[in-house]
């Protein structure tokens, strides 16, 4: 399994606001060689003070950059790796996945979190080996923060 690293730090400050919602996006695009099977990678850096949010990822399954009807399942998974201060995360993993033969068109996760302090999420998102397509393929992960 080849794998390609998203050299992408998400980085967002959630501080004793009206309630508020941010939405990011991250594209990913992988190449010929890295098709089947890889995965990506980014860092979600989280600063609370005494707050909550709510972080809602979303992805749909990979589309072929010149063959458009050609998809695969896309995998989405986020685990918290560490942080620092009181803050509380449910759950501490999570992960989805598409199945778009079956007409499950979206991966999503989420996590809640709340105090005071940062809290370090992986986020990987990988393309099912169900393609022997060889080509580009992308899909494009969202990520929705909503504060309480």
């Known amino acids: 399994m080849s794998s390609t690293r998203i050299s992408l730090l ?3 400050f959630v501080a004793n606001l009206i309630p508020s919602s941010l939405q990011a996006e991250i594209l990913i695009d992988f190449q010929p060689a890295q098709s089947v099977g ?3 990678q980014s860092l979600c850096q989280c600063f609370l003070t005494d707050d909550s949010a709510m ?6 399954p990979f589309t072929h950059s010149v063959s458009t009807e050609t998809r695969s399942d896309a995998s989405l998974s986020a685990v918290v790796t560490g942080g620092a201060g009181s803050v509380s995360v449910t759950p501490i993993s999570a ?3 598409t199945h778009y033969s079956s007409g499950d068109e979206s991966a999503e996760v989420v996590m809640t979190m709340g105090g005071t302090g940062t809290v370090n999420v992986m986020i990987n998102v990988a393309i099912n080996a ?6 580009n393929h ?3 992960v969202f990520l929705t923060v909503t504060s309480n």
């Open 138 to 140: 992308n899909t494009t």
């Open 38 to 40: 890889s995965s990506a």
């Open 95 to 97: 992960s989805d996945q």
């Open 55 to 60: 972080l809602h990822w979303t992805c749909a």
């Open 10 to 12: 998400m980085a967002f």
């Open 130 to 135: 169900n393609s022997s397509v060889a080509g």
